[in-house]
């Protein structure tokens, strides 16, 4: 499966940017989906996940309550509604496909990445 992420850009904090990642290749309509995140000098860290069914979703501390994953099967498309966003969101994301878990290591294919930018 090949994963494109799309939505990234430069928004002042406070504001909203949705994400987007488009699979192709075959369906995910059974897979765990996940979004991580990557800062300059950092680990790339868990953001959330969501189940096929979308019926169970997990959100990062960092996120929680101002971050939203849904999916779309029949489109094959994951969306990471991202609102009040804070300089600390700043880096690169990146959608992942793989089983339930909240590290890298349970995800076995990966978008190329977009770059998200909050300013102060």
């Known amino acids: 499966v090949q994963l494109v992420e799309s939505g990234g850009g430069l928004v002042q904090a406070g504001g909203s940017l949705r994400l987007s990642c488009a699979a192709s290749?075959?369906?995910?309509?059974?897979?765990?989906m996940g979004w991580f995140r990557q800062a300059p000098g950092k680990e790339r860290e868990f953001v959330a996940c969501?189940?096929?069914?979308?019926?169970?979703?997990r959100y990062a501390d960092s996120v929680k309550g101002r971050f939203t994953l849904s999916r779309d099967n029949a489109k094959n498309t994951v969306y990471l509604q991202m609102n009040s966003l804070a300089t600390e969101d700043t880096a690169v994301y990146y959608c992942?496909?793989?089983?339930w878990g909240f590290g890298p290591h349970a995800y076995d294919s990966w978008g190329q990445g977009t770059q998200v930018t909050v300013s102060s």
């Open positions: 992942a496909r793989g089983r």
């Open positions: 290749g075959r369906g995910i309509s059974d897979d765990v």
């Open positions: 969501i189940n096929w069914s979308a019926t169970l979703t």
